[in-house]
């Protein structure tokens, strides 16, 4: 016992040793210190405080005093109750179903000789880059009251196509490439040794399978179902219009909020929305990142065949033609939608609904077009400066700045939206009704991916490297802007894609910070869904699509040029005999 109270004196010891010494380095980089200090106010404004606000909204009264009414009657509600626990089970059976099409995505593009690979990847993550609301419309227009199916070709009158079972066939085309995406890399870093070595002890392709392939995929399996169980809570769009009677707590904290005007009942609906979210985050990030089953020798392996098997092949082939087949009936028929007169009465074609969208909301178009020009860099480089500092640097409190900065993946958009509304309506923050308050959300809402990638991308590269420039004499921010910054601009352009989607694309987040100075396209789509304007939704979609298939090309045209020719990423040995002749030459003077 005596020894242990003297290792932990002695570990305490070196902690506090080595916190002194992090103040001391930080406290010789002014411009280090100051940018630290700058990105954790940032995350204290528009991260820590709307959540706070949301928590503080919830359990007051309108009088602005404590209470935990709100929660009571949410409680004593069996229709609330219902709510919470429809989305409980929507959530799980979404999580299941989309995990299985993206294992089978997965499996069959990573571990098997099946053709068409890059066809199947692209239509694995069409969803991801569309608009909201496009299955859903295309749903109605195969299977509703005018369905193309229902009525027109199997003269079934009033088909009720809005409700459960609809939610689910949607979110789960909607989900499934963040599971693909999941398990892809998951199937992909499997040594094939492993199972060659069954294979050629005499097992069967299915006993490996399921004794070898999917334990050892087993985490990516859980962590896709928890990232899907997440984004299926959180979803608005979907449920806002093909939901019918079946309520979700995302839609329900709007009407309150919006049909009620209850800021405080619809503050509390959002917490109970945040809890079960924010629980499989962490259980996503945290705990299952400690586990992993996925073999490593570190030596040197031989490039083996993939399954070429018919009977494994074949039944895969089939399997993702027809899913695909589906997705693409889907989004043709909303195409399809966007051109005709009248859906189901008259297919005449036309394009009145392209000019009605281009008179009547190319204000709002442009208004999304131009606030995520805005939003992607910024979020894009705040992701960057964010993983390079939780990665790269030591100071008190990187755990807590790692922490808040990937908080906002786990908090769905309603409660963003409502944190958003409750903390910035007043005096000294008075940002609502302006463009600034929606860039905020949409910077802050985006940038978890790109850290994301950053972190990943900071892994890969050898320490060694900005090592060598510390050494001869360069400081932090001149080591980032001249050596990592460079070596993360693959990742910088990821994060600055997705974010600029995402922000073309936002509407639980938004839906309560747009106003009539600042209309957003999504924002109008749903209007017209409620006016039951479908024709001119899919029309308002179908630019959407165009535009962001534009963008993607331009910021990829960006990404080539910017990177080509693919310079040879020099050894740290260069780096640091360059970097020792440029100190020398300059005094041996340290540079920002």
């Known amino acids: 016992m005596a020894d242990n109270a003297a290792g932990k004196a002695q570990g305490k010891k070196l902690t506090y040793l080595s916190g002194r010494n992090d103040m001391t380095m930080l406290l010789r980089q002014p411009l280090l210190l100051a940018t630290i200090v700058i990105v954790f106010v940032m995350l204290l404004i528009f991260v820590v405080l709307p959540i706070f606000n949301v928590f503080r909204m919830g359990s007051t009264d309108r009088e602005g005093h404590f209470s935990l009414g709100n929660l009571f009657s949410i409680l004593a509600s069996s229709s609330e109750r ?22 089978l995505f997965a499996f069959a593009i990573t571990r098997t000789e099946m053709r068409g ?39 079934i009158r009033n088909f009720d196509v809005y409700g459960i079972h609809s939610l689910i066939v949607v979110q789960s085309l909607s989900f499934f490439p963040v599971a693909y995406l999941t398990l892809s890399g998951i199937l992909g870093s499997i040594d094939d040794s492993v199972e060659d070595a069954a294979y050629s002890l005499g097992a069967t392709r299915g006993h490996i399978f399921r004794t070898v392939t999917l334990p050892l995929s087993l985490p990516g399996v ?14 608005f769009s979907n449920p806002a219009v093909i939901a019918g009677s079946f309520s979700t707590l995302s839609v329900e904290a709007y009407r309150i909020i ?17 809890l079960p979210t924010v629980i499989a985050y962490l259980l996503q990030k945290y705990w299952l990142r400690k586990k992993s089953f996925v073999t490593v020798t570190g030596k040197p392996t031989q490039k083996r065949r993939k399954l070429h098997e018919r009977h494994i092949v074949y039944p895969l082939f089939a399997a993702c033609t027809l899913v695909a087949a589906f997705v693409i009936l889907l989004y043709g028929t909303a195409l399809m939608g966007a051109v005709v007169r009248t859906w189901g009465i008259n297919y005449e074609l036309t394009l009145s609904h392209f000019a009605f969208v281009f008179s009547m909301g190319g204000d709002a178009l442009w208004n999304s077009i131009k606030l995520a020009i805005y939003a992607a860099p910024v979020g894009g480089l705040l992701g960057m400066l964010i993983a390079y500092l939780t990665v790269r640097v030591r ?91 460079p070596l993360l601009r693959s990742a910088f352009f990821s994060g600055l894609v997705y974010a600029f ?86 005094g041996g003077s340290r540079h920002e």
Do not use: C
């Not at 859980?222 to 979803?235: C, G, P, R, T």
């Not at 209850?262 to 509390?268: A, F, I, Q, V, W």
């Not at 039951?532 to 699509?545: E, G, H, L, N, P």
């Open 117 to 155: 690979k890059r066809f199947f990847k692209a239509i694995a993550t069409l969803p991801i880059i569309s608009p909201p609301f496009i299955l859903s419309l295309s749903i109605i227009f195969l299977f509703g009251r005018q369905g193309l199916i229902t009525r027109g070709l199997l003269g």
């Open 395 to 485: 100071f008190p409190g990187r755990r807590a700045m790692e922490v808040i900065s990937l908080l906002t993946f786990a908090i769905p958009g309603t409660v963003l939206g409502i944190g958003y509304v409750s903390s910035f309506n007043q005096l000294p923050l008075l940002f609502t009704g302006t463009a600034f308050i929606l860039v905020a959300a949409f910077v802050f809402r985006n940038m978890p991916v790109a850290i994301e990638a950053g972190t990943t991308t900071l892994l890969q590269i050898d320490k060694s490297i900005e090592e060598a420039s510390s050494i001869s004499g360069a400081s932090s921010g001149y080591s980032f802007r001249h050596i990592t910054l």
């Open 222 to 235: 859980i962590s896709a179902m928890l990232l899907v169980f997440i984004q299926s809570m959180e979803d």
């Open 82 to 103: 219902e709510t919470f626990f429809n989305s409980m089970k929507l959530g799980v059976i979404v999580a299941v179903l989309a995990t299985l099409l993206g294992y």
């Open 501 to 586: 989607v995402r922000a073309m694309t936002a509407v639980s987040a938004v839906i309560f910070l747009v106003s009539p100075r600042w209309p957003l396209a999504t924002k109008m789509v749903f209007s017209l869904f409620e006016a039951s304007r479908y024709s001119d939704a899919a029309a308002y979609v179908t630019i959407m699509i165009a535009i962001i298939l534009v963008a993607i090309g331009v910021i990829n045209l960006v990404v080539k040029i910017l990177l080509a020719p693919r310079a040879k990423v020099p050894k740290p040995q260069e780096i640091q005999k360059a970097l020792q002749s440029f100190a020398l030459a300059n």
């Open 258 to 274: 919006t049909g009620m005007y209850d800021l405080h009942r619809g503050s509390m609906m959002a917490i109970v929305l945040l």
